[in-house]
């Protein structure tokens, strides 16, 4: 079993210093047992987040081949064909920039997201031009075309309550998408029914994770945990790190001995970089050393790097 844990640090201030701050006897335990293995991403405005670029090169994705995280969460159904997700957004537009808000906050019910993806934005995706559509579950949406292959975008995770021209896409047609479907979900009756009702519009989309998964499926013994995505999100820190106390006690505290055995892996991604930690072969004098050196405080200064 491969554990990887995303949104492990951030490059908050107030969540720096929560971090220093913050006991994980578990992971501390972990790495006077395990060494740092290679790391991949770059830095916190690359587009794809650490834990991503992670699982693109376990799928064996040539490096910074951008990741395929449509057609991943798609699984079986995905084919080989190439896809995107397509996310609903209210982008708020304030004086100086334009934030994109949490698309888990928008109340979209399944009705009301199939109406919106159907009916209003259908018309810019045409069947005879080969472009296909789906709807997978309220305000999960995906498409498909070849000419989205290859094409690098920013993950949502990087866009939510942040500046989106900061991250808007350089491929010219996917500006283009975005632009036309922000001016059709303007004034549109699905929308101005939204509004009567109390709730934010939907007045834009966020085209990301291009890409085709056909002989590059993610390993089965991955298990990716998204404890810790909401309040890292939000910039809830205390919440962020009580969830990361109870994820050391109840996910890596049993995985102790199957670490210490080389049976299972960990990896943990943070705002710049994802690392595996592996098992390291020491010299006796080295694992003498490393039985008497304090553990505390190891987890936080290696999350830290993250």
Known sequence: MHLVIPYASAMDPQA?????DLQLPALDRALADLGAGPRFGGDEYSPALPQERLLAALAGLPEE????LAAWALGASAGSQVWARLTPLHCDVGSDQVTALDPEA????AASSQALLFEALAPLFPEEEGWALMHQAAGQWFISHE????LETASLDRVIHR??????????QLL???MEAQM????????TAREQAGLRPINSVWIWGCGSAADHALPADIELDEQLRTPWIAGDWTAWAEAWRLLDA?????????????????SLAGERQALTLRPQPRSWTQRLWQQLRPTHGQAARLLESL
Not at 65 to 68: D, E, H
């Open 176 to 178: 283009r998408l975005q």
């Open 163 to 172: 500046n989106v021209d900061a991250w808007l896409p350089e491929p010219r």
């Open 250 to 266: 109840r996910r890596i505290a049993p995985l102790l001995p199957a670490l210490a055995a080389g049976t299972a892996t960990l």
């Open 16 to 20: 720096r210093a929560v971090l220093a």
């Open 65 to 68: 081949s951008p990741p395929p």
């Open 184 to 191: 059709t979900l303007h004034g549109h009756p699905l929308n």
């Open 147 to 150: 000419r989205l292959q290859g």
């Open 106 to 109: 928008l109340g979209l019910d």
